[in-house]
């Protein structure tokens, strides 16, 4: 036999071994060749996987929320992706986390704000993105400032973890 038709009948045997080998995995799953390793294609892991990414977003959301209440300036900028955009109830807009914490920059140091709120309303899509509608008051008590806001948070999941990455809030009761 020459070398050209040897070579073929190796190739060949290693092809029909790969069939064979796919054609057990198959029927020792019933069918299905869902990657472990992939969550979201095996039946049973990829509900154990949103349920993961739902308790990785609660605390992440919860983490944002209290470091801006706790004046904890280093998690909350953390929390926020580089991208972030700040729509501030007045009308002030704030593009990227610099500029966003440069702005919040009053709140952290003089550390007498008392941030409160109430969630209205939450969506999370998988591991993808979430939003958050929260009643939420902000008041100074020292200056008699008092304001009421809809503020609504918008995440998105970087493949590690979850980052604020909009925020705006509307005026419900203005100081």
């Known amino acids: ?14 092809h029909l ?28 892991t990829a509900q154990g996987w949103a349920e993961g990414c739902a308790e990785q977003f609660e605390l992440a959301q919860r983490t944002d929320m209290e470091s801006f209440r706790d004046y904890d300036r280093e998690t909350f900028r953390e929390g926020h992706d ?7 109830a007045s009308g002030a807009v704030r593009y990227g986390i610099d500029a966003i914490m440069a702005a919040l920059e009053p709140h952290f140091a003089n550390r007498e704000a008392i941030w409160a709120w109430t969630e209205l309303y939450r969506v999370v899509d998988g591991c993808k993105s979430a939003f958050i ?3 939420a008051t902000y008041d100074i008590p020292s200056i008699g400032y ?3 806001t809809l ?10 973890r979850w980052l604020a990455i909009a925020d705006q809030g509307t005026y419900l009761e203005a100081p």
């Open 1 to 14: 036999m020459d070398k050209n038709k040897e070579r073929d009948m190796e190739y060949r045997k290693g």
């Open 17 to 44: 071994a790969m069939a064979v080998a796919v054609g057990v995995l198959l029927a020792l799953t019933g069918g299905s060749a869902a990657s472990a390793s992939d969550p979201g294609d095996a039946t049973g």
């Open 82 to 88: 580089p991208r972030a955009v700040t729509v501030f």
């Open 133 to 135: 509608l929260y009643d």
């Open 146 to 148: 008092h304001q009421r």
């Open 151 to 160: 503020t609504g948070v918008t995440y998105t999941h970087d493949g590690n």
